[in-house]
């Protein structure tokens, strides 16, 4: 006897443990959208500390940057004694109040 479609050998019969084996798939399709529901998650909350870790260290570096041209700036008003473009101690310190 042919099966439903015209397939030899299938009889209407085996569709008892069809339903089990459907149970059974859709089981373990459930328990893998959990598992990637649970990965989408800490996907996002990797992503979001790497943003804030992002804009931290670009904080820190514009931070830096004002500092070394802030340092720089004050380097060129007061150079250190000794430099050979410099005048004396005592002109710089007219100029400059601030220079020791």
């Not at 070394?68 to 100029?95: A, F, H, I, M, W």
């Amino acid at each position: 006897m042919s099966g439903p479609n015209g397939d030899p050998h299938i009889s209407i019969d085996d569709g008892i443990n069809d339903d089990e084996e459907f149970d059974a798939i859709n089981s373990t399709l459930d328990q893998i959208n959990s598992y990637l529901d649970d990965l989408e998650d800490r996907n996002d909350s990797l992503n979001g500390k790497l943003n804030e870790l992002m804009e931290s260290n670009k904080q820190a570096r514009l931070e830096f940057r004002a500092q070394r041209l802030g340092s720089q700036t004050q380097e060129e008003q007061c150079p250190v004694d000794g430099d050979s473009s410099s005048s004396s101690k005592e002109d710089l310190n007219k100029d400059n109040g601030d220079c020791k």
